[in-house]
Protein backbone atom coordinates (compact mmCIF):
# COMPACT_ATOMS: atom_id res chain seq x y z
CA UNK A 1 0.00 0.00 0.00
CA UNK A 2 1.24 3.39 -1.10
CA UNK A 3 1.20 6.19 1.71
CA UNK A 4 -1.05 8.92 1.02
CA UNK A 5 0.09 12.24 1.59
CA UNK A 6 -2.05 15.29 3.12
CA UNK A 7 -3.34 16.67 0.19
CA UNK A 8 -4.87 12.85 -1.12
CA UNK A 9 -6.21 12.42 2.52
CA UNK A 10 -8.48 15.75 1.78
CA UNK A 11 -8.87 14.56 -2.03
CA UNK A 12 -10.40 11.58 -0.09
CA UNK A 13 -12.67 13.27 2.11
CA UNK A 14 -13.80 15.51 -0.70
CA UNK A 15 -15.38 12.59 -2.62
CA UNK A 16 -16.85 11.24 -0.11
CA UNK A 17 -18.45 14.15 0.85
CA UNK A 18 -19.39 14.73 -2.50
CA UNK A 19 -21.59 10.99 -2.34
CA UNK A 20 -19.40 8.67 -4.20
CA UNK A 21 -18.65 5.53 -3.06
CA UNK A 22 -15.71 4.83 -0.30
CA UNK A 23 -14.20 2.34 -2.68
CA UNK A 24 -13.81 4.28 -5.29
CA UNK A 25 -12.62 7.43 -3.50
CA UNK A 26 -10.45 5.13 -1.38
CA UNK A 27 -9.15 4.01 -5.10
CA UNK A 28 -8.72 7.70 -6.36
CA UNK A 29 -6.61 8.95 -3.27
CA UNK A 30 -4.39 5.66 -3.74
CA UNK A 31 -3.85 6.55 -7.03
CA UNK A 32 -3.29 10.33 -6.51
CA UNK A 33 -1.40 10.03 -3.78
CA UNK A 34 1.49 13.14 -3.82
CA UNK A 35 0.60 16.50 -3.22
CA UNK A 36 0.63 17.32 -6.74
CA UNK A 37 -1.72 14.97 -8.15
CA UNK A 38 -3.92 15.81 -5.62
CA UNK A 39 -4.25 19.55 -5.69
CA UNK A 40 -4.81 19.15 -10.00
CA UNK A 41 -7.80 16.65 -8.82
CA UNK A 42 -8.89 18.98 -6.23
CA UNK A 43 -8.91 22.02 -8.55
CA UNK A 44 -10.45 20.25 -10.95
CA UNK A 45 -13.32 19.18 -8.68
CA UNK A 46 -13.94 22.55 -7.63
CA UNK A 47 -15.26 23.40 -11.02
CA UNK A 48 -17.86 21.07 -10.66
CA UNK A 49 -20.62 20.34 -7.99
CA UNK A 50 -21.42 16.66 -8.94
CA UNK A 51 -19.00 14.49 -11.67
CA UNK A 52 -20.00 10.87 -12.86
CA UNK A 53 -17.58 8.87 -11.49
CA UNK A 54 -16.42 7.70 -15.19
CA UNK A 55 -15.34 11.45 -15.71
CA UNK A 56 -13.21 11.79 -12.12
CA UNK A 57 -11.32 8.35 -13.39
CA UNK A 58 -10.57 9.68 -16.57
CA UNK A 59 -9.29 13.15 -15.30
CA UNK A 60 -7.06 10.94 -12.78
CA UNK A 61 -5.62 9.14 -15.41
CA UNK A 62 -4.73 12.22 -17.21
CA UNK A 63 -3.36 13.86 -14.60
CA UNK A 64 -1.05 10.20 -13.80
CA UNK A 65 -0.59 10.54 -17.86
CA UNK A 66 0.72 14.54 -17.10
CA UNK A 67 3.03 13.33 -14.15
CA UNK A 68 4.70 10.42 -16.04
CA UNK A 69 5.56 12.73 -18.67
CA UNK A 70 6.56 15.63 -16.80
CA UNK A 71 9.01 13.27 -15.04
CA UNK A 72 10.29 11.56 -18.26
CA UNK A 73 11.06 15.56 -19.40
CA UNK A 74 12.90 15.58 -16.03
CA UNK A 75 14.74 12.53 -16.73
CA UNK A 76 15.85 13.53 -20.34
CA UNK A 77 16.52 17.07 -19.53
CA UNK A 78 18.78 15.29 -16.74
CA UNK A 79 20.96 13.40 -18.91
CA UNK A 80 21.13 16.10 -21.49
CA UNK A 81 22.91 17.64 -19.25
CA UNK A 82 25.29 14.50 -18.70
CA UNK A 83 26.18 14.44 -22.31
CA UNK A 84 26.31 18.58 -22.97
CA UNK A 85 29.24 17.91 -20.18
CA UNK A 86 30.98 14.98 -21.92
CA UNK A 87 31.00 17.50 -25.01
CA UNK A 88 32.11 20.37 -23.28
CA UNK A 89 35.13 18.40 -20.66
CA UNK A 90 35.87 14.95 -22.83
CA UNK A 91 36.02 11.84 -20.87
CA UNK A 92 37.84 11.34 -17.74
CA UNK A 93 39.39 8.03 -17.69
CA UNK A 94 41.47 6.97 -14.56
CA UNK A 95 44.21 5.08 -15.21
CA UNK A 96 45.51 4.61 -11.26
CA UNK A 97 45.43 1.00 -11.67
Not at 32 to 43: H, P, S, V, W
Request: proline share 3%; net charge negative; charged share 30%.
Amino acid sequence: MKPRSEKSMELYHLLLQRGYPEVFCYQISQELNTDFTAKRMIGYLSHYKKLPMEDVADEMLAILSDRSAIIQKKEMEYYQSKINEMYRYGLEVDDEE
